[in-house]
């Protein structure tokens, strides 16, 4: 390999561009990225863009932590904002609470600015919710929500601008193997190029770039929808972003965010991987919103909230986690194949964690290990994990 490698990066989606971006920042700036359609037209695109820093899991939290310092500097060069509209998320039992607690105590050793609400405390910060099956919760006043969209081009502005480039509509199909290179083919069977290192971040079409490149990611997607949702009663409800979900908990449950004056994104969430044992053909899938779910989700919010019976339906969307089979990301090169790095498995949280992951897969690329997070070195995509039958 020459001193300066040639990198290609395939996905031009929040996990590909914030590579690139971290790539270049680290001193590799010969780096292309092929995007099939255009920057965010995947998942990033499709996402509902919250933000939180309120978990209890130290490793989910580290990444985080470092996401909302580096998102408030991709600001600082492009138009992309984090809304800070905060974040609650509530606890329906003791238990709940005690998590939450623990939590706190990790936020403070990461200086994560966090607050405990007592029942009466979250009453008061979202008016006109029913909390009388709340004990709780867990707030983050400097948490919020982003666009997806701008994500990406805060990541692709910086890295165009320290040399590299961007190819839209530029599908990778095929590999060869061309002495220690690797040889990207398009679907036209045009030629790509030959690089000394190939990144997949092909998102829900992870898998078939893995076998294109002659490796495996086992990655499963699952089909996730969002519904908006306006008000006759057109003022702007300001609240923060509240979700009903207790992680762990298995229960899918409502959540909400505002979009705009008198309109709110919405949805029910689960963490839990499903484990349908099914993956949705990222080609061909129904990318409306379902109209019982449409009704679920407005049955949930006005039992949830008072006076907000004057909602109406107005469409929405859906789009894929692609989750990774053993619930944590994949991030680094394989064991076999050195020069063939994966990012991907982001799930439901690629936004929010794209600066970490990024940063992770730059230093593997640059440094030959990742260096920010100590645990990175377990998230490479061959493990055994990922691979149980071997
Ligand atoms: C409904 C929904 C709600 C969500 N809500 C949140 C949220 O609130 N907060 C949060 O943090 N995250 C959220 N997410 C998750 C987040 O959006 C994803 O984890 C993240 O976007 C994944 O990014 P990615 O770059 O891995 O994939 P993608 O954004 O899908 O990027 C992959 C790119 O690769 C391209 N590509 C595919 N195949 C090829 C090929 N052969 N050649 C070239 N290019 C190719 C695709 O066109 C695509 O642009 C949500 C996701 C969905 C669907």
Not at 30 to 56: K, M
Not at 366 to 375: A, I, K, L, R, Y
Request: proline content about 5%; aromatic content about 8%; some cysteine.
């Amino acid at each position: 390999m020459t001193s300066t490698p040639s990198i290609a990066i395939v996905g031009g989606g929040a996990a590909g561009l914030s590579t690139a971006m971290y790539t270049a920042e680290l001193g590799f700036t010969d780096i292309v990225v092929f995007e099939a359609r255009h920057p965010a037209e995947g998942s990033s695109g499709r996402s509902a863009g919250i933000f939180n820093r309120q978990t209890n899991k130290m490793e989910e939290l580290q990444l985080r932590a470092f996401g909302g310092r580096e998102l408030d500097r991709l600001s600082t060069w492009s138009s992309f904002s984090l809304v800070r509209r905060g974040y609650v998320r509530v606890a329906k039992t003791e238990e709940h609470m005690e998590a939450y607690a623990a939590a706190r105590a990790l936020q403070d050793e990461l200086g994560v600015p966090g607050e405990l609400l007592d029942q009466a405390g979250l009453a008061a910060l979202v008016p006109g919710m029913r909390v009388d099956d709340f004990v709780g919760g867990l707030y983050g006043a400097e948490d919020g929500h982003m666009d997806g969209h701008e994500l990406c081009e805060a990541f692709r502005l910086r890295a165009v601008e320290l040399g590299a480039q961007v190819r839209n509509r530029t599908s990778v199909a095929h590999s060869e193997q061309v002495g220690s290179q690797v040889r990207l083919i398009g679907t036209d069977n045009s030629d790509l190029g030959t690089y000394d290192i190939v990144v997949n971040a092909a998102g829900p079409s992870g898998p078939l770039v893995a076998e294109a490149l002659g490796v495996r990611q086992n990655i499963v997607n699952e089909r996730h929808q969002i519904c908006m949702v306006e008000f006759e009663d057109r003022p702007e409800r300001r609240i923060p972003a509240v979700q009903t979900y207790v992680p762990g908990s298995g229960q899918e449950s409502l959540w909400v965010r505002t979009e705009g004056p008198g309109s709110l994104l919405a949805g029910l969430h689960t963490q839990e991987i499903r484990d349908t044992g099914e993956t949705i053909d990222p080609e061909n899938f129904n990318e409306k919103v379902d109209m019982d779910y449409a009704e679920a989700v407005g049955e949930e919010i006005v039992s949830r909230f008072e006076g907000w019976d004057d909602l109406r339906l107005a469409g929405g969307w859906s789009g894929l986690y692609p989750v990774s089979a053993d619930g944590r990301f994949q991030i680094g090169p394989y064991h076999d194949r050195p020069n063939i790095i994966s990012v991907g498995g982001l799930g439901g949280v690629g936004l929010t964690n794209a600066p970490a992951v990024g940063r992770t897969a730059a230093e593997w690329i640059v440094n030959g290990e990742p260096t920010t997070f100590s645990f990175a070195t377990e998230l490479v995509p061959d493990r055994a994990s990922l691979y149980p039958e071997g």
